[in-house]
């Protein structure tokens, strides 16, 4: 009997992969049934299509971000967060679990009928057979992919291969159906699958892999990843190092890091092993922090975290040198005897005047003024005067003018170390940094640090950026953590080394771990900064923590707010719960609701 075509329904029909009118239309105008709906390598294209968009993680994103030690409390914040995910309260009820599975569950609904339905017609030649092909492989990287995310957040542990996962999803299901959850060692089984067959398809496509799609790049990377989530490190490490050795990409530098995402203009070869393409006005991500724009301004209801933020600032390290400025004419700094190189980042200790303030982080008070805490970039060097930015990611850095602070004589102390391009990255050069910000007394309002890392571009409009779900980067350091794993701490420190070095304006020094748990710390602590704000740090946490020492730990002024300060990774809700947008529809997985819940 043909199944006639309905609106996709939640709860048990997120299993169910019915489409909606909207997205038939374009297929076959006045097709009614889904056996007809897909009748060329186009019809199926745009149904891929739509599972990209429906994959859009910002669920994930906002939680990763809010829930965790990454964000704090805007100053205009009006109550977001503070009565769930910034006070770890969790429940099935509650939206970021729910947003989660649902994004996976209508993605998986979507690439399914892209896998049942290819066999709908035949291709016209063998250039459309390889369209069909190229096609199919993305769809089960996706399916793949979707089941990874969900063992991630679902599964209590998922290194173990008889605790519960998710409910399998891997064919076109009636709307009657009501799912069980499998074990993580099915999914598994079910992940291994899809990724073999992607890749055997995709060794018949010619084409080159392209980061806008689920390309063989992010085939091989998604085998690293699952290899190290069940902690295979030898096949985490192998997979990891095919793609670092073959897909022809390379990491970012200080120069180009930003364009990877402000806007979204890197060259094809740089950094991004798939991302999502965002168009005009289309999922407004950095909209999870700030109501208007990235800037302090913005109206930001979340900033980031100031735990987060004092390892970020390089200045704020023990390895960051002191100088003294002893003249300062105009946008000229003089600092004898100095050794700063260009990129390097530095801070005032304090402000010249001594009472300067800044109101919106752009004029000061009084005008031109030097304020202390603010970060800096060094932009030009000659002898001992340079010339400083706030925002070394523009193709022409603007020197900042000083002149309000002009004089000689001066003996206003510095802070200055190795320039990280993660900061401008991710901090807009308008954000409001309290050097003294542990005792001040109205910490909300002294302190802003506004996040950056999605101002939107020109094209799109604010806040819409491509939004990145896997980069090299990430290879490097799945490789470093394997190697820990595997005793090689030379080898862990070589790959961290690696990913440090093209993020900043000077060659690091090769780190040196006594210990795995030194070397798990480190790359733990690599991955909280190069992952800022794209969905990683609760995932990493429950992978990491345990073995690093390390749980959710907010600076204590973040969370004088609610004392809601730490959280470890032995708590319950490093497991989310089974949400009530699939348990509503179908009540009896609630017999294996995960414990706590």
Request: net charge negative; glycine share 6%; proline share 4%.
């Amino acid at each position: 009997m043909k199944k006639y075509l309905s609106f996709f329904i939640l709860g048990a029909g997120l299993l169910v992969t019915s489409c909606d009118d909207s997205l038939l239309d374009p297929f076959t105008p006045g097709a009614l049934t889904e056996e007809v709906a897909v009748q060329s390598s186009a019809d199926l294209a745009k149904l891929m299509n739509a599972a990209y968009i429906l994959l859009t993680p910002t669920s994930e994103i906002e939680f990763n971000s809010i829930f965790t030690d990454e964000a704090s409390i805007g100053y205009a914040n009006g109550g977001q967060g503070l009565d769930d995910n910034y006070a770890f309260l969790l429940n099935a009820a509650s939206d970021s679990p729910n947003g989660i599975w649902a994004t996976h569950y209508f993605c998986l609904s979507r690439v399914n009928r892209v896998i049942k339905f290819a066999d709908n017609f035949e291709p016209v030649d063998a250039a459309d057979q390889m369209v069909v092909n190229r096609l199919l492989a993305e769809a089960y990287t996706l399916r793949a992919y979707c089941h990874m995310q969900l063992i991630s957040y679902f599964s209590t542990n998922p290194k173990d291969r008889n605790a519960l996962g998710p409910i399998l999803s891997n064919d076109v299901l009636p709307t009657s159906f009501l799912g069980v959850r499998a074990t993580n060692g099915v999914v598994y089984d079910l992940i291994d699958a899809d990724l073999a067959t992607a890749e055997s398809l995709y060794a018949g496509v010619t084409s080159t892999p392209n980061s806008i799609f689920a390309n063989k790049n992010f085939t091989v990377a998604l085998k690293a990843r699952v290899n190290l989530m069940r902690g295979d490190n030898a096949n985490a490490i192998t997979f990891a190092d095919q793609v670092i050795n073959t897909s022809g990409l390379s990491l970012a530098s200080f120069a180009n890091y930003a364009s990877v995402f402000h806007t979204d203009s890197n060259p094809a070869n740089v950094e991004v092993i798939f991302k999502l393409k965002k168009q005009t006005g289309q999922t407004r991500t950095g909209a999870i922090w700030a109501s208007v724009n990235t800037t302090l301004n913005g109206s930001p209801f979340f900033e980031m975290g100031r735990s987060l933020f004092n390892i970020l600032n390089t200045t704020n390290l023990t390895s960051a040198t002191d100088y003294q400025i002893t003249a300062i004419a105009g946008t000229s700094v003089t600092i004898p005897g100095h050794t700063l190189q260009v990129g390097d980042m530095f801070v005032a200790t304090e402000s010249r005047p001594i009472n300067a303030t800044s109101a919106n982080g752009t004029t000061t008070s009084p005008a031109n003024s030097l304020l202390g805490g603010k970060v800096y970039y060094v932009r030009t060097v000659v002898g001992d005067v340079i010339t400083l930015t706030v925002d070394p990611t523009v193709a022409t850095p603007v020197a900042a003018n000083f002149t309000g602070a002009n004089g000689t004589g001066l003996a206003v102390p510095v802070k200055a170390n190795y320039g990280d391009i993660r900061y401008s990255t991710n901090i807009h050069p308008t954000s409001i940094i309290d050097y003294n910000y542990v005792t001040s007394s109205d910490f909300r309002n002294t302190d802003k640090l506004a996040f950056r890392k999605y101002p939107g571009t020109t094209t799109n409009g604010l806040m819409v950026n491509d939004i990145k779900i896997c980069r090299l980067s990430e290879m490097y350091l799945i490789k470093a953590e394997a190697l820990v794993a595997t005793g090689d701490l030379a080898g862990a420190a070589a790959a961290v080394k690696a990913v440090r070095d093209a993020r900043t304006n000077r060659v690091q020094p090769l780190p040196v771990y006594a210990n795995a748990t030194e070397g798990y710390k480190d790359v733990l602590k690599e991955r909280r900064l190069e992952f800022i704000a794209e969905g990683y740090r609760f995932i990493d946490l429950k992978r990491l923590g345990a073995v690093a020492n390390e749980g959710i730990l907010r600076d204590p002024q973040d969370c004088a707010v609610n004392g809601a300060c730490s959280l470890p990774v032995s708590d319950y809700r490093f497991a989310l719960p089974i949400p009530t947008v699939e348990s509503n529809a179908n009540g009896a997985i609630l017999a294996t609701q995960n414990p706590g819940y």
